[in-house]
């Protein structure tokens, strides 16, 4: 796994500072530059402080935008600039609380976006950033603030925003559409059935805010990524559920069906939900040749590609993150190791799929 | 699909629940403005209305001479020794400048004829232009391949380059419509199958031209086009251009076409079932998909809208530009110039406008009251060249009775649930497996 915090150590009377690990010599505002190394310590001079970063290398984290937490004797790596895969945590309350949900909620909230405004600005070219949470909406109007001020110093940039989509308006409108070319939507739909939906979500009415509100996207000309994570309680439905996506959500740029990611609630709930897909694809290659039929995109994440039938294995992404990533020991040997997505760090043998087969 | 009870209530405006919740349901209708039904309902529209832009296909015709002379010849070739029918040194030129204004950086070139490969030294001359002027940049070559020696190979061996040619089926049946000769039959036999091993299959397609007097039965259509490896073949009626129009008056109507192509694409799909090869009929796959989805315009023919502009134009042998192959043909015989500028002097917008609106049917009269509607297209060159008018009533055209018959098929097969009718659909459509919410239904 590869750390996304590091311990480092400066002056407890620091303010918590976001730098960025130099090349050279930097001299900006928040450039770091090396000024001593020795194995597996680095000592670091920038303007807001001089800090030291144990475990790594100064290869490993150079261009890397770092948080400097003094409280905590911490820095958290914001930016990996080697990686494609960079998320911001916006928050981590939220209103629905998925049986799955890899990351549960919680009711404290710590709002970092001005650090966030700075790391953003120190960002490689043309990077895009997920935010995610909890749910980052619930804090709406400093998001779209931060959007806005990023937006107006660093049009390079765009965004990957996870949300449950349940807090647009339509004044949402105009703000939406200005920003439609930098912002794309990912947006969880489990069920056609409001009654499912709501279950799996564990929030009454959800799936009627949620309606209106992928309307709204779609009125915004927004970059919609519907997302499923598929569970034995919503499996059987993904066809149903691909053929209402092809009529009434027709802008979608496109649908991810997910496996489950066992950790949060999503380890807690394991046996009661994960449906073991490589026993049974049936429900799920009907619902994907709906979608081929209609010509509207659809992705698998997280599944290994020897768990999808062949004539399938075309839609199966790399979508795992780096740095929680991992393979089997059956995998060493597999020809199709270098395109798969692998698993999840925390993914266990005895309870996950039965149907792995070295290829 | 609905039952006849259905469209009485419907026409009655006596819908009941069921009836509003199915309709609702299918994204045929909505309760409010703003809600996803709604939106949805707008954006399926609007997918239907975007024919994609940033791509030009352009047809030219360095030479009209041929060294064929084939019976429905629609273009009216001239002999291959005469001279003035093809591109001078000017002309080619002016084509150059033509393509180098078009606004966009993906272009498909259609070498037509004539006989194009007669210019080799034409061809050679626009697409190394082209290669350099455009960023993805495809030709194809419609020839006979009655003439093939090392430049043109070279030439055809180009990744680039596809072949588009005719096989019209069974030796004696080829050689009565196309070459006249039994030795010219096996020479293109010979060319055609070195081609395919040169080059590969994916990279060359053939077409039968059907003479309904004459048609082949298709068995035999399907074994000539499996002999050489084909997996895709498109019929092709005689069209009613040309030299076609004299020699073959049954071209004009279209109800012996119509049976015909009928028993011909269910016996493709009982020979599908029996042999498990997938041989498909590319206009009617090519109707299924844009009935089941937006965004199936590869096929110029058929889109909706189709409005002629400078990058899905055609450049004659003697510069000038027409909108569609069609409406070459017509000035040719001199029934009518469409024309629409040539590469001396530019496009005549004037022009242009004027013949635009006839190329959109969502305002038709007869089309707005058609279920295939926004499956379909126009042809208003067609109607020109069969009626002398564009305004005769929809059903009473070629194209609309040619078009309800290949969309009336198509929904036919995709209800049929006949295990040997889905194998074949499956094939066509790039699926597993042919799942109902595909062929909904209320009663």
């Known amino acids: 796994m590869i750390p996304l915090r590091l311990r480092s150590e400066c002056s407890r009377s620091l303010a918590p500072f976001v730098v960025r690990i130099s090349y050279g010599a930097g001299n900006g505002e928040n450039e770091a530059s090396l000024s001593h190394e020795e194995p597996g310590l680095l000592d670091y001079q920038a303007k807001p402080g001089d800090f030291r970063v144990r475990g790594v290398t100064h290869e490993d984290i150079t261009g890397d935008v770092l948080l400097i937490d003094p409280q905590r004797q911490i820095a958290h790596r914001l930016i990996r600039a080697a990686s494609p895969h960079n998320t911001f945590l916006i928050t981590e309350q939220c209103d629905q609380l998925c049986l799955m949900c890899s990351q549960p909620p919680k009711t404290h909230h710590e709002d970092m976006f001005a650090h966030f405004l700075t790391a953003a600005q120190l960002a490689p070219s043309a990077a895009q950033i997920g935010l995610s949470g909890g749910e980052p909406l619930l804090h709406k109007e400093a998001l779209f603030g931060f959007i806005d001020a990023v937006a107006a110093k660093r049009s390079d940039l765009s965004f990957h925003i996870l949300t449950n989509g349940q807090h647009f308006e339509i004044s949402d409108l105009p703000w939406l559409r200005k920003h439609r070319s930098r912002l794309l939507w990912g947006v969880p739909i489990y069920s056609n059935v409001p009654a499912v939906h709501d279950e799996i979500v564990r929030k009454p009415g959800a799936f009627a805010q949620l309606s209106d509100n992928l309307s709204l996207l779609g009125l915004a000309g927004a970059a919609l990524e519907l997302r499923t994570v598929v569970m034995k309680q919503n499996a059987t439905g993904l066809l149903r559920l691909a053929d209402f996506i092809s009529r009434h959500l027709p802008f979608a740029a496109t649908w991810a069906i997910m496996q489950m990611e066992r950790i949060g609630y999503g380890r807690m709930n394991w046996s009661r939900c994960f449906f073991d897909s490589s026993e049974d694809f049936t429900e799920l290659g009907a619902a994907i040749d709906l979608m081929r039929a209609r010509r509207q995109s659809v992705t698998l994440y997280n599944f290994p590609l020897c768990t999808v039938p062949t004539a399938f294995r075309e839609h199966a992404a790399q979508s795992i993150s780096d740095w929680k990533q991992k393979y089997l020991k059956d995998c060493e040997p597999c020809s199709m190791r270098s395109r798969c997505a692998g698993f999840f760090e925390w993914y266990r043998e005895e309870d996950g799929f039965m149907g792995i087969h070295p290829q | ?443």
């Open chain 2, 1 to 443: 699909m609905a039952d006849r009870a259905f469209v009485d209530r419907y026409a009655r405006d006596e819908l009941n629940r069921f009836d509003t919740d199915f309709l609702v349901e299918m994204g045929q209708a909505f309760r409010h403005v703003g809600e996803l039904p709604h939106t949805a309902f707008l954006t399926r529209w609007a997918q239907r209305q975007h024919v994609g832009g940033g791509s030009a296909y352009v047809i030219l015709i360095p030479t009209l001479r041929c060294d064929l002379k084939c019976s429905y010849c629609q273009v009216s070739r001239a002999p291959v020794a005469a001279k003035g029918f093809d591109w001078d040194d000017e002309t080619l030129a002016q084509v150059l400048t033509f393509l180098d204004a078009l606004p966009v950086d993906e272009i498909q070139i259609e070498f037509q004829g004539g006989e194009p490969l007669l210019r080799l030294d034409h061809l050679k001359t626009v697409t190394e232009f082209a290669r350099r002027r455009f960023q993805r940049v495809r030709f194809v070559v419609c020839t006979n391949l009655q003439t093939l020696d090392a430049d043109i190979l070279a030439f055809l061996a180009n990744e680039d380059v596809l072949i588009s040619t005719s096989l019209d089926g069974p030796h004696q049946l080829h050689t009565r419509n196309r070459t006249g000769t039994a030795e010219l039959t096996q020479a293109f036999h010979r060319n055609l199958a070195q081609a395919l091993d040169l080059i590969g299959p994916s990279r060359v397609s053939a077409l039968p031209t059907i003479d309904m007097e004459c048609p082949p039965k298709p068995e035999d259509l399907i074994a000539a086009y499996e002999d050489f490896g084909f997996t895709s073949l498109y019929l092709r009626p005689v069209n009613y251009q040309g030299f076609a129009r004299k020699s073959h008056p049954s071209a004009r109507t279209s109800q012996s076409w119509t049976a015909y192509y009928r028993n011909f694409v269910y016996t493709l799909i009982s020979h599908n079932a029996r042999t498990g090869r997938t041989m498909e009929e590319f206009y009617l796959a090519h109707c299924l998909r844009r009935i089941l989805a937006p965004g199936a315009d590869s096929h110029t023919d058929l889109r909706n809208p189709n409005i002629p502009t400078g990058t899905n134009a055609v450049i004659d042998f003697d510069g000038q530009i027409y909108p569609s192959d069609e409406a070459r043909m017509l000035a040719r015989i001199r029934q009518v110039d469409l024309s629409v500028g040539d590469v001396a002097n530019g496009l005549d917008h004037e022009k242009l406008a004027l013949i635009a609106p006839s190329h959109i049917n969502n305002f038709d009269p007869d089309c707005i009251h058609c279920p295939y509607q926004p499956f379909c297209g126009t042809d208003p060159i067609d109607d020109l060249s069969r009626n002398g008018r564009i305004d005769i009533p929809r059903h009473e055209s070629w194209f609309c009775q040619r078009h309800l018959a290949v969309f009336d098929l198509a929904v036919e097969l995709l209800y049929s649930e006949d295990p040997a009718v889905d194998f074949s659909l499956c094939h066509w459509l790039g699926l597993e497996t042919l799942p109902d919410a595909l062929r909904p239904a209320i009663s």
